[in-house]
C-alpha cells in the first residue's frame, strides 16, 4: 500500500518545499525587482489565492478523470509554473507564473488527500495524517535548501531545481496513471458535484460543521506560523536562529504528531483524537503566548505544541470523507481543504490587526487559542 503512494509524497513533499521556501525567496525578489514589502507579499498572495480557487476543481476533477490522473495533471502544471518563475520574466511574469504554480497545487493536492483516503477506509486516519506528515519534512528541507542555493547562486536557482524535480516525478505519475479505473470508464452513470454532496440534509449539516471547523483551525494555525517568530524574538527573547530553531523543531514534532493522531483516530474514533489535540494545541498555545515561560523553555514548548498542532488537517479531512461514498471522496476533500486556505488567506491581515490594538501576547491568544477551541467544539458534534 505504502509503495503506491512514493510518487504522489514525493510530489507532495516538493511542493511543500517550493510553498514554504517563499519566504526566503522573496526579499532576493524584491531585491531584483524594485518592489516594497506590500508589493513583494503578491508572491505568495498570487499562489494561496490560485491554489484555493483550483482545489474545489481538483476535488470534483479527481472524481471524474480518477485520482492518479489529476495528480499528475496538478503536479505538471505546478511544475511549469515553477520553471517559468524562474525566467527573468519580470515581477508581473513571476505573478502569472505563480498563480500558475498555485493552481497546479490546489488539483495536485486536493486529488492526493482524496487518493490517500481512499486507499483503505479501515487506515484512512494513518494514512491521511501520515501524508499530512510530509508536508512538515518538506518545510524542513525546503527553506535550508534554498538559502543555500541563493546564497551560492540567486533565487532564479531554487525555482529551476524544483521545478525540474516536480516535472520528472509528474512525468512518472502520467506513466502510472496509464489504465486507471474511474467512474467514467466503467460507465456508472452518477452525479458528482457539490450540490450532491449537500442533497442529503443529515450529511450537509455534517459537512458544513467540519468545514466550519477546518476554517477555524486553518486560521489559528496560520496565524501562529505568522506570527509566532515575531512573539519569541520580541517578547520572548530569543535570536534569530534560536527562532529558527524553534520552528524547526515545531514542524518536525508535527510530522510525528500528524501520524500519531491519525492512527490514534483509526483505533479510537475521530471525535476522540480531535477532542485530545485540539484541547493540547488550545492549552499548550495559551501557555505559549501567556508571557509565563521563560526563553529557554519557549523551543522545548515549540516541539510540544507541534506535536498535535499540524493534526487538524488530517483530521478533518478524514471526518469528511467518512460522510460520503467512495465516489464523493475527491469533491469533499476539495472543499475541506478550499475552505481551510481561504480562512488561511486573512489569518496574517486580521491577526495582525488584533496585534496592533492588543499586542502581540493578546492577539496571539485571540487568533491562536480561541479558533482551535471553536475547532473542537464544531467538529467533535459530528467526527466519528
Not at 442529503?200 to 509566532?228: D, E, K, P, Q, Y
Amino acid at each position: 500500500m505504502f509503495v503506491k503512494m512514493v510518487l504522489p509524497l514525493m510530489g507532495y513533499v516538493i511542493f511543500a518545499m517550493f510553498r514554504l521556501s517563499i519566504g526566503v525567496t522573496i526579499p532576493e525578489v524584491m531585491r531584483e525587482y524594485h518592489v516594497k514589502e506590500a508589493v513583494g507579499g503578491l508572491v505568495l498572495s498570487s499562489l494561496l489565492g490560485a491554489m484555493a480557487l483550483m482545489t474545489l476543481l481538483g476535488g470534483h476533477l479527481s472524481d471524474r478523470v480518477g485520482k492518479k490522473t489529476a495528480m499528475a495533471m496538478g503536479l505538471t502544471l505546478m511544475a511549469c509554473g515553477m520553471l517559468w518563475g524562474g525566467f527573468p520574466t519580470g515581477y508581473a511574469g513571476l505573478l502569472s507564473s505563480m498563480f500558475i504554480t498555485g493552481a497546479g497545487s490546489g488539483i495536485f493536492t486536493a486529488a492526493l488527500f482524496a487518493y490517500a483516503g481512499d486507499m483503505t477506509t479501515k487506515s484512512r486516519g494513518t494514512l491521511v495524517g501520515l501524508t499530512n506528515s510530509f508536508y512538515a519534512l518538506g518545510g524542513l528541507m525546503g527553506p535550508w535548501l534554498s538559502s543555500i542555493l541563493i546564497a551560492s547562486f540567486n533565487w532564479h536557482v531554487p525555482f529551476y531545481l524544483m521545478g525540474a524535480m516536480a516535472l520528472a516525478t509528474s512525468t512518472s505519475l502520467w506513466l502510472n496513471s496509464r489504465g486507471e479505473r474511474h467512474l467514467e470508464t466503467v460507465g456508472e452513470e452518477v452525479k458528482i458535484g457539490y450540490a450532491e454532496l449537500f442533497r442529503n440534509v443529515r450529511r450537509g449539516r455534517s459537512l458544513l460543521l467540519i468545514c466550519g471547523g477546518m476554517g477555524a483551525a486553518n486560521f489559528a494555525f496560520v496565524a501562529f506560523t505568522a506570527w509566532a517568530p515575531s512573539y519569541l524574538m520580541k517578547t520572548g527573547g530569543l535570536t534569530l536562529p534560536e527562532t529558527g530553531l524553534s520552528f524547526g523543531l515545531y514542524s518536525l514534532a508535527g510530522a510525528v504528531g500528524a501520524t500519531f493522531f491519525g492512527a490514534f483516530s483509526d483505533r479510537f474514533t475521530r471525535r476522540k483524537s480531535v477532542m485530545v489535540s485540539g484541547i493540547l494545541t488550545s492549552t499548550l498555545s495559551l501557555l505559549y503566548f501567556s508571557g509565563l515561560v521563560s526563553s529557554k523553555n519557549l523551543i522545548g514548548l515549540s516541539i510540544a505544541l507541534g506535536f498535535p498542532a499540524f493534526a487538524y488537517w488530517n483530521l478533518t479531512i478524514s471526518s469528511a470523507q467518512d460522510q460520503v461514498d467512495e465516489k464523493f471522496t475527491g469533491s469533499v476533500t476539495g472543499l475541506i481543504q478550499g475552505v481551510g486556505l481561504i480562512t488561511g488567506m486573512v489569518a496574517p491581515a486580521l491577526s495582525g490587526l488584533l496585534i496592533t490594538n492588543y499586542g502581540l501576547s493578546s492577539a496571539l491568544i485571540l487568533s491562536t487559542t480561541l479558533p482551535t477551541i471553536l475547532y473542537v467544539t464544531v467538529t467533535s458534534k459530528v467526527a466519528g
